[in-house]
Nanobody, 123 residues
Framework: QVRLVESGGGLVRTGGSLRLSCAAS????????MGWFRQAPGKEREFVAG????????YYPGFVKGRFTISRDNAKNTVYLQMNSLKPEDTAIYYC????????????????WGQGTQVTVSS
């Protein structure tokens, strides 16, 4: 069992940065691939970033590549999402996710979800 708690969301202006954190509880955190998803009002939840259990392999969709960076600290049971050059269309609730698969397969298979943290980007 893995419990995920996100933090770090907030209001930021266009072009600004935020760093989201996801604290995990459970002894097997390091065995899971981790990822971030987001859901804007009226839209489906979409994949934002994926990271292998070791932290050595990352995967991003095209619309965030070069702006967002996912990382993890297995000693702290924490995964991060650094978001730079934010745009109003990045406004959404951001969810942390854990998967027993991989940094790419997490897009279709999530074992655990966090409760989400709101990110709002003003124009």
């Amino acid at each position: 069992q893995v419990r995920l708690v996100e933090s770090g969301g907030g209001l930021v202006r266009t072009g600004g940065s935020l760093r989201l954190s996801c604290a995990a509880s459970g002894r097997t955190f390091s065995a899971y691939a981790m990822g971030w998803f987001r859901q804007a009002p009226g839209k489906e939840r979409e994949f934002v970033a994926g990271l292998s259990w070791s932290g050595g392999i990352t995967y991003y969709p095209g619309f965030v590549k070069g702006r967002f960076t996912i990382s993890r600290d297995n000693a702290k049971n924490t995964v991060y999402l650094q978001m730079n050059s934010l745009k109003p269309e990045d406004t959404a609730i951001y969810y942390c996710a854990a998967s027993s698969t991989s940094s790419t397969e997490i897009r279709g298979h999530v074992d655990y979800w966090g409760q989400g943290t709101q990110v709002t980007v003003s124009s």
